[in-house]
């Protein structure tokens, strides 16, 4: 499994998550990753440990800023979950364009030494790398776009790399069918729509009782997830005589400083909670009275299935590519507004402070994820995909 690093992100979870059920399934599963992130997903059943710099038995890694750190690849679990770091060390490195050709050739050495039986990799750049090293090695390579194809392939540096690699994939995954269709016809007949599954400790009995005056947001403090917009939706509903009610983000991110700024010149800094990382995010928001999504841009996002699944009566915007639209049946399961509709924002959360037999409704219905997007049922899709590709190349041989 190749990705950039374990950090805490949507991506990463769901390939976490992905490693953890084809381990406990009998498969032999390394992680292919280029660093090591300071903040990462604790996986269980891991082979390797961080440990202090020099000590017996580790390996000298990279962490996201290029700075040494040291990692026992065997210090944990024996026969777990591996884990092998493609990154060039500052030593290894010459200029951008030799990089490159280096960075290729190191991910060769390492396929050639782990001998796949398929590899999967996700997001951007790491797909395009994938298909470039792998499969000059006859080693079967999916590729998955996580997020909106044109957020991950934006430059024409990317699109020209992907429209040259995409066409040696055994799958592409994607997550919506509007993502599907950004592919030429060439590359669509190889995709295959596979969801994100729950996270386990989100599926529980819906909260019955007083909910609070709250309105929750779960994402990374950056623009795209657009917390300004709803900020100042927000400020007018305040300002409209629901003065009791809170808006309480969940994340951090380089918006931090900016958002909290633009809380106080709005004149609701006493309205809006920084609340900032947190375990367990489920009994954090179970209670509330609606979550908010308000991205520019999304894939299948997380934070929305899993509020849905605590049947939390949820707004999103209808983004690209189409992940909410494909989650959401607007008025039923959930809300959907346009993208960066401050008006349409506002007047979305009012329906629902307003009137709260249709929120409760809403909520109740939003539930129907716990089945549909289980671990149970979206491992089991992954689980079938990858041996129908593993059962062709069988046969070819």
Same mark, same amino acid.
């Given at each position: 499994?190749?990705i950039? *690093? %374990?950090q805490?992100?949507?991506?990463e979870?769901v /390939? ?7 381990? *406990? ?5 390394t992680f292919?990753?280029?660093? %090591?992130?300071h ?7 891991a ?16 962490d996201?800023?290029e ?5 026992? $690849?065997?210090?944990d679990?024996k026969? +777990?979950i ?6 060039l060390l ?6 951008? !364009?030799?990089? $490159?050709k $280096?960075r290729?050739? #190191?991910?060769?050495?390492?396929w050639?030494?782990l ?5 999967l990799s ?7 790398m994938a298909?470039?090293? &792998?499969?000059?090695e006859?080693? #079967?390579?999916?590729v998955s776009?996580?997020a909106?194809p044109?957020m @991950?392939?934006?430059t024409?540096?990317? #699109?020209t +790399? /992907?429209?040259?690699t995409f066409?040696?994939?055994a +799958?592409?995954?994607?997550q919506?069918?509007? !993502?599907?269709?950004f592919f030429p ?11 994100n *599954? ?6 529980? =009995? ?6 609070e005056? *709250?309105?929750v947001m ?6 795209? =997830?657009n917390? &300004?917009?709803v900020m100042e ?6 300002r409209e005589?629901?003065s009791?009610?809170?808006?309480k983000?969940y994340?951090?991110?380089p918006?931090?400083l900016k958002?909290?700024r633009?809380a106080v010149?709005l004149?609701i800094?006493s ?7 947190v375990?367990?995010?489920?009994e954090?928001?179970?209670k509330? !009275?609606?979550f908010v999504l ?5 894939? /299948?996002p997380?934070? $929305? ?5 605590l049947g939390?009566?949820c707004?999103s ?5 189409g992940?909410?639209r494909? %989650?959401?049946e607007?008025?039923k399961?959930?809300?959907l507004v346009?993208v960066?509709d401050?008006?349409a924002?506002?007047?979305?959360i009012?329906?629902?402070?307003k009137?709260?037999?249709?929120a409760?409704k809403?909520?109740?219905? !939003?539930?129907?994820v716990? +089945? @549909?997007?289980?671990?149970?049922e979206?491992?089991?899709k ?5 041996? @129908?590709i593993?059962a062709?190349? #069988?046969?070819?041989?």
């Amino acid at each position: 499994m190749y990705i950039g *690093s %374990l950090q805490k992100g949507g991506a990463e979870r769901v /390939m976490v998550n992905l490693a953890e059920y084809f381990w *406990s399934q009998g498969y032999k599963v390394t992680f292919v990753t280029t660093y %090591l992130a300071h903040e990462e997903y604790q996986v269980e059943h891991a082979c390797w440990k961080v440990v202090p710099a020099g000590a017996d038995g580790a390996t000298l890694a990279c962490d996201t800023e290029e700075n040494p750190v040291w990692v026992n $690849l065997e210090g944990d679990e024996k026969g +777990g979950i591996r884990r092998v770091f493609s990154a060039l060390l500052k030593e290894e490195q010459k200029s951008r !364009a030799a990089n $490159l050709k $280096l960075r290729k050739e #190191k991910l060769r050495k390492i396929w050639k030494e782990l001998k796949p039986d398929i590899v999967l990799s996700f997001i951007g750049k790491n797909n395009i790398m994938a298909l470039s090293t &792998a499969t000059r090695e006859d080693i #079967k390579v999916v590729v998955s776009v996580r997020a909106d194809p044109y957020m @991950e392939y934006d430059t024409k540096a990317l #699109k020209t +790399g /992907m429209l040259m690699t995409f066409g040696k994939a055994a +799958g592409v995954v994607v997550q919506t069918t509007q !993502a599907e269709k950004f592919f030429p016809a060439y590359i669509r007949r190889k995709c295959t729509i596979l969801p994100n *599954s729950i996270n386990p400790s989100f599926i529980r =009995k819906r909260y019955v009782g007083e909910r609070e005056k *709250s309105i929750v947001m779960v994402g990374r403090l950056d623009e795209n =997830k657009n917390q &300004a917009m709803v900020m100042e939706a927000f400020s007018e509903i305040v300002r409209e005589g629901f003065s009791d009610y809170k808006l309480k983000l969940y994340g951090d991110g380089p918006d931090r400083l900016k958002l909290q700024r633009l809380a106080v010149s709005l004149g609701i800094g006493s309205n809006v909670e920084f609340a900032g990382n947190v375990e367990h995010v489920a009994e954090h928001i179970e209670k509330a !009275a609606m979550f908010v999504l308000a991205s520019s841009q999304e894939g /299948m996002p997380n934070a $929305l299935i899993e509020a849905m699944s605590l049947g939390l009566p949820c707004i999103s915007t209808d983004c690209p590519c189409g992940g909410p639209r494909d %989650l959401i049946e607007d008025g039923k399961t959930g809300l959907l507004v346009p993208v960066a509709d401050k008006d349409a924002m506002k007047m979305a959360i009012l329906r629902l402070i307003k009137n709260k037999e249709m929120a409760d409704k809403i909520g109740q219905n !939003a539930t129907y994820v716990q +089945g @549909e997007y289980s671990p149970e049922e979206v491992n089991r899709k992954w689980k079938e995909y990858f041996e @129908e590709i593993l059962a062709k190349k #069988k046969g070819k041989a």
